[in-house]
């Protein structure tokens, strides 16, 4: 198959997904791309149920089934409640294979594991699906082996890959499949979902949705008491910088050092708590962390416009180069005196803020 691209928002690819189902002509592969935790798995194993649920096929022979094109109505293909689907569901119907990274990567043997199975009859007759999570993870033996099965992909077989994007895929694996992109969640949706289905209060929602980036997985693991009161600890350690001595950056240094895990989480947490006091310096309109709007403007007032920036930077390149495998702690510990540096209340600041 010719590559072909649709981008798409969130709603806008559950619509062009349900025409696929419509249509009733699956192509061979898609590739579902989009970040993490904007419903690319969920939406490829819906997929992979209309194959063989029995509701969605006598669907199909109806000649006056609906029309619509609501996304919404996604949720109706295939039905989500008969024997097939609830063992794909359970993730142990046989002629449904998934494949995930094992310790970050996809090896060749996974891979040619799979073009062994999917070149075998499928056990019910409405042929085989293959689901690989995070595909940009195969390394380059994974990804020639898959190429290869793309070229000839076996009868009555569907490939689902999903990644973040495109671009971390061969050139001839993504043209090879039909491309929807799937946009991040935007903020007034994901905190309405948080409200309405998740037991959100208005005001954490808000927060929640701001920080979340358009994830929705992200946003509900923010739920958590705990991350949120770490969130908050955070946040007063930085609002602190400028004032405390030396010892006290190394130590929050050692802190932030020792749980590689939660280092995503600090950079995005210091890049929107330093971008509000910026755009503070010019309203309060889109602030992120709304919570917080009294420090912000107190904020505001004792950092320059031009520090400001300086500290956004920098902290993107300490991120980077910790992402890099750059030793954690040094790179921390240059970062946070650094920061120090600039917010220190002796330095004298420059008056570039906003008028009016």
Known sequence: MSGFETIVGQNQALRALLR??????IPHSLLFSGIDGVGKRSAAVRLAMARSCVCYAAQQRQPDRSSSDNPEAFSDYP????????RIAAGIHPDITTIQPEAGVIKIGEIRNLCRILSMKSFEGHGRVAIISDAHLMNPPASNALLK?????????????????SADLLPTIVSRCLHIR????????????????????TDEASTVAALAGGSFSRALSMKKAAWMNWRNWLITELSRLGSSP???????????????????????????WFRDILIFTCGSTHVINRDYLAHLE??????????????????????????ARTNIRLS?????????QQLNMENPRSADHCEG
Do not use: Y
């Not at 696929?20 to 002509?25: M, N, T």
């Not at 070229?151 to 490939?159: A, V």
């Not at 007034?188 to 209060?201: E, M, T």
């Not at 904020?299 to 910790?322: G, T, Y």
């Open 20 to 25: 696929i189902l419509k249509s009733g002509r």
């Open 79 to 86: 039905c989500g409640q008969c024997n097939s689907c609830l």
């Open 149 to 165: 099965m793309l070229e000839e992909p076996p009868e009555q077989t569907l490939l689902i890959l999903t990644a973040r994007q």
């Open 182 to 201: 799937f946009n991040p969640v935007s903020r007034p949706a994901l905190s309405d979902a948080l409200i309405q289905h998740h037991g959100f209060g």
């Open 246 to 272: 030396i010892h006290v950056i190394l130590a929050l240094s050692e802190k932030l050092s020792k749980n590689r895990d939660a280092l995503s989480d600090v950079f995005e947490i210091m890049l929107s």
């Open 298 to 323: 107190e904020a505001s007032r004792r950092c320059s416009r031009s520090d400001l920036i300086q500290i956004v930077n920098a902290v993107k390149s300490a991120q980077a180069h910790i992402e």
């Open 332 to 340: 921390l510990d240059h970062l946070l005196l650094r920061l120090w």
